[in-house]
């Protein structure tokens, strides 16, 4: 399953954003990555490979997401709603594969 094109420009333009923003601040966000906010009530922001997005499951989450919240995040960042050691799972399979 390929992640549809219109979500990876959503991605896309919102890191290139989220840059400008920020082009004064000294940053976390090494190149290659991108920062989300996991949680489901307090929101804890992660950095992570941008070669997640080429993931399914990675994918699916993301589907999740955007029905939920949108693309229009109140934190200034990409939302995803599950819990945290849902999130760690995840991501400990996607960096094992």
Do not use: W
């Not at 992640?3 to 420009?9: F, Q, R």
């Not at 920062?35 to 993301?62: C, H, M, N, T, W």
């Not at 945290?84 to 996607?94: C, P, Q, S």
Request: aromatic letters at 12%; one cysteine or more.
């Amino acid at each position: 399953m390929r992640l549809p094109s219109s979500l990876i420009s959503n991605v896309k333009s919102f890191s290139r954003l989220n840059a400008y923003r920020n082009k004064n601040y000294q940053g976390d966000v090494p190149k290659g990555h991108l920062a989300v906010y996991v949680g489901e009530d307090q929101k804890r922001r992660f950095v992570v490979p941008i070669s997640f997005l080429e993931q399914p499951l990675f994918q699916e989450l993301l589907r999740q997401s955007e029905e939920e919240f949108g693309f229009d995040h109140p934190m200034g960042g990409l939302t995803i709603s599950c819990q945290e050691n849902e999130f760690f799972e995840l991501t400990a399979l996607l960096q094992a594969s």
